[in-house]
T-cell receptor, first 112, second 115 residues
Framework: QKEVEQDPGPLSVPEGAIVSLNCTYSNSAFQYFMWYRQYSRKGPELLMY????GNKEDGRFTAQVDKSSKYISLFIRDSQPSDSATYLCAMSLIQGAQKLVFGQGTRLTINP | KAGVTQTPRYLIKTRGQQVTLSCSPI?????VSWYQQTPGQGLQFLFE???????NKGNFPGRFSGRQFSNSRSEMNVSTLELGDSALYLCASSLGFQTGDYEQYFGPGTRLTVT
């Protein structure tokens, strides 16, 4: 069993929809949680970065961390075709925080 | 501010050869991490360097090695290449543990094909 599980999709939604992306994890010691977006043939781009539990909002993106359930989410409001990409969750421990453990990534397509 | 740069962007090598990949971090970033991305295994951590010292290492064989220079630029080397080493190799930089800022920013990657 992988430490971080993420539904690979693919996920296809119409433009303007609210998108919900999720990851579950098994290691309760994870403290840093990130979401990256990766376009085809590009490197991952950092979208959201949170420490411990709680919510964080940045424009159309909201990240939620529920440590009690070992569950993190990324919500995208008013989705745009330019949001079509693979979304990767990542997390790390306090000790060795640079060592990110990634989910498999969810391929998202926003249809105009 | 320029982002993370990686060279070369594409490489084709033959089994048994060795390869060296280069990474220049964002100016001011002292931590450099390397990851391997494959369709089957996803993104996996290789190692991290800070101030020329390896601080963390992933579960890869000793054929994978790296180093960091005094200007924070980093190289990784893979010796005795195997077909399974074909992957996108990504470098990420951050300010590092001394600042408590662990946000990692990735470069475009080097796509290595082993034939």
């Amino acid at each position: 069993q992988k430490e971080v599980e993420q539904d690979p999709g693919p996920l296809s939604v119409p433009e303007g929809a609210i998108v919900s992306l999720n990851c579950t994890y098994s290691n309760s010691a994870f403290q840093y949680f990130m979401w990256y977006r990766q376009y085809s043939r590009k490197g991952p781009e950092l979208l959201m970065y949170t420490y411990s539990s709680g919510n964080k909002e940045d424009g159309r993106f909201t990240a939620q961390v529920d440590k009690s359930s070992k569950y993190i989410s990324l919500f995208i409001r008013d989705s745009q075709p330019s949001d079509s990409a693979t979304y990767l969750c990542a997390m790390s421990l306090i000790q060795g925080a640079q060592k990110l453990v990634f989910g498999q990534g969810t391929r998202l397509t926003i249809n105009p | 501010k320029a982002g993370v740069t990686q060279t070369p962007r594409y490489l084709i090598k033959t089994r048994g050869q060795q390869v060296t990949l280069s990474c220049s971090p964002i100016s001011g970033h002292r931590s450099v991490s390397w990851y391997q991305q494959t369709p089957g295994q996803g993104l996996q951590f290789l190692f991290e360097y800070f101030s020329e010292t390896q601080r963390n290492k992933g579960n890869f064989p000793g054929r994978f090695s790296g180093r960091q220079f005094s200007n924070s630029r980093s190289e990784m080397n893979v010796s005795t290449l195997e077909l399974g080493d074909s992957a996108l190799y990504l470098c990420a930089s951050s300010l590092g543990f001394q600042t408590g800022d662990y946000e990692q920013y990735f470069g475009p990657g080097t796509r290595l094909t082993v034939t």
